[in-house]
């Protein structure tokens, strides 16, 4: 553990940053869940803080604490994670976790001289160690004004074109930091057509559900492990590993969706972590065009989303990859639109090579905490 101590612009506080290499201890896990559990409510869990810092194929991850008077105000972390290029396999370090205690985000500190806000203070400490230890990429998500201040840290912006389709479960949760009238209004008339439709597709399908199933943790044999799609590696991506699958899917928030009849045909979903959030579908495995099979295992999924209260139900589709017609189908027939977006990947690495979207597969693996 490395520590630097920085005086507050005030002059009267010390705030200590700590830099940190796991596995962490189950204070500084309980440290972790306090502050950004505040932000993401499955945080709040010490054990899957455990599961994403301490958990996954690495075993360790590396962390920048704001410490005053021996309490944690502010944490940042990155988490180690392989990429493929075309030349090799390298490690990427996912930024995760941010976020200062509000009491204690107008405070400055002086580094090197240099009077900085704490809120850039960290990342900026941390992605320095990162280089001093041979990191050569930093990657994270975020959006427009977290994205600033890593921006501020040194980080390039790649923006990731989405095609998604979505169908509103709740509108209320989903529209509750709209502040437009137009898009508030526009979403509501969206979910009652929706549900209009959905009603609708009921009737005309035969909705058995009692060959559905799903699974949430797999039992340990690699035949037991649905492989996401693979692209083609001229472009840099998440390496798709056994180890790296193997923690995905031991993920409580992972689920995989299937019929009983047909097991070949399964959807693998990202479960809203708690009421409010969106239901996201990550996969669909499709044997042939079985629009039935794919009915009845789609409406297994929207049923408990409904019952969990998520917002929405979510597929995005990236590097304009397309879909089989049955799917596109199968929502279509529920109900599902569409729509474009945009999302932020921000970058940090010396290789301009990182830095342009055309040399960027991007998939859901990206998302890491899971």
Not at 25 to 45: F, H, T
Not at 50 to 79: E, K, M, T
Not at 297 to 315: F, L
Not at 347 to 367: A, C, G, P, R, S
């Amino acid at each position: 553990m490395a520590a630097i101590s920085f005086k507050s612009k005030e002059g009267w506080q010390l705030i200590e940053i700590q830099i940190v290499k796991g596995p962490l201890s189950d204070v500084q896990l309980e440290n972790v869940a306090l502050l950004y559990g505040k932000v993401d409510k499955k945080y709040q869990s010490v054990e899957f803080c455990r599961y994403l810092f301490n958990d996954n194929p690495f075993g360790y991850s590396y962390h920048c604490f704001a410490v005053n008077d021996n309490f944690a105000v502010g944490h940042i972390s990155l988490i180690p994670i392989y990429i493929d290029t075309p030349q090799k396999r390298v490690v990427s370090y996912k930024a995760e976790a941010f976020y200062i205690d509000e009491h204690y985000r107008s405070e400055w500190v002086i580094i090197n001289n240099e009077e900085v806000p704490i809120g850039l203070a960290l990342p900026r400490a941390l992605y320095q160690y990162a280089k001093d230890i041979g990191c050569e990429l930093i990657h994270l998500l975020a959006d427009d004004e977290i994205g600033k201040i890593h921006i501020f840290a040194g980080c390039n912006l790649v923006p990731v074109p989405v095609k998604e389709r979505f169908i509103l479960l709740n509108y209320k949760e989903y529209i509750k930091k709209e502040t437009k009238f137009t898009k508030t209004l526009l979403y509501k008339l969206t979910y009652f057509i929706q549900s209009i439709i959905y009603n609708l597709s009921l009737t005309v399908i035969n909705t058995v559900v009692s060959d559905l199933s799903y699974i949430q943790r797999v039992s340990g044999s690699e035949a037991d492990l649905p492989e996401l799609p693979v692209h083609d590696h001229y472009q840099w991506t998440i390496s798709q590993t056994e180890e790296y699958y193997r923690w995905f899917y031991q993920s409580p928030y992972i689920k995989i969706y299937y019929s009983i009849k047909d097991p070949e045909t399964y959807f693998i979903v990202k479960e809203g972590e708690n009421p409010g959030r969106a239901t996201e579908i990550i996969h669909v495995n499709i044997r042939e065009s079985r629009i039935r099979t794919l009915s009845r295992v789609m409406y297994s999924i929207i049923s408990i989303a409904k019952k969990n209260k998520s917002s929405c139900i979510v597929y995005k589709q990236f590097n304009h990859n397309q879909i089989p017609a049955s799917l596109a189908s199968t929502f279509s027939v529920f109900g599902f639109l569409q729509k474009r977006s945009v999302l932020n990947c921000y970058v940090k690495t010396e290789d301009v090579y990182y830095l342009f979207i055309e040399n960027l597969v991007y998939n859901q693996l990206f998302y890491v905490q899971f």
